[in-house]
């Protein structure tokens, strides 16, 4: 690990939205947020589980503002840093001035691994309005290490504060994770940072492998709660790094305490790898499509193991909800003809 002082982002709030079906609420927020910063949490991201922008037809609406959320967050915290995702094409440069209006001042902007060109304009912005940029490359397992890096330094030419790379599909194993934070950080000058997505079981091990590779931002989760399996499990990385002698001035007892009180009452369903959640890791699918492949194979009468393998098939990447609807209506025909 670099001597960099490790950070532990915590993305209950907007990853967790995911499993929740976005139904957060403002008081279950504030809660949350109020929990986290007693915990020693740095930074706090809170938005729809699709950023900034998100609560919609395609991506499934928000039971309360997400301006809101944001607002309710940060009015309980006074160290920790409120962040958001936005998702150039779904969030807005007003998008995130209203949200630095409510209290937000960490923006993580997310493109595909191929695609860090269309975040130059938001990460421009961002720094323009005073915000700590950071760039978000999301389904990293879909490109090789060397290509990624070339993604990431044009990132940090746009002016991101650090690069965070993201296992969105849960695919990688802990070798491919090290291989791919060691190549940004020989690329980049300014920090690295990982997002895994546990539908292999790896999520814990492959966080551990980023930081062993020098990485010094790791995002994980109360309960787990996130898209697919869920992600890195906050309070299980805490009890693991104070166990490897690692430094995050966390309260272990305390996230224990917090996930046990405040989320998991909340929870609609256990956080598990179940057969869909699996086959999103092992097709390489991006995590937040698993509610959205459950809800059309119900449509279609289809195995939504099915619909997974056709949508790793055709790579299709976030942003392209709406498309699996087509898989499944495809598939669905191709049935009846057979």
Known sequence: MSNQKLN??????????????HSFSVKQTSDIAARLEKCGLPIIEVSHGDGLGGSSYTYGFSKEDPFSL??????????????????????????????????????????HVTEADVSAQHINAAKQMGY???GFLMMVHMLEPEKIAEQA??????GADYINLADSAGALLPDQVKARIEAVRAAVKIPVGFHAHNNLSLAVANS????????????????GLGAGAGNTQLEVLSGVLERKGIETGLDFYGLIDASEQVVAPIMLRPQVIDGGSLMLGYAGVYSSFLLHVYTAAEKFHLEPRDILVEVGKRKMIGGQEDLIIDVAYTLAKGKQRG
């Open 70 to 111: 944001i607002e309710a967050a940060a009015k309980v915290v006074s160290r920790a840093k409120i962040a958001v995702l936005l998702l150039p094409g779904i969030g807005t440069i007003s998008d995130m001035k209203h949200a630095k209006d409510c209290g937000a001042s960490v923006v993580r902007v997310a493109t």
């Open 8 to 21: 532990i982002v915590d993305t209950t709030l907007r990853d967790g939205s995911h499993a929740v079906r």
């Open 132 to 134: 700590m940029a950071v």
């Open 153 to 158: 330094k044009k990132m940090e030419s746009y």
């Open 208 to 223: 551990l492998s980023a930081i062993d590779a020098g990485a010094s931002y790791i995002d994980a989760t109360l309960r």
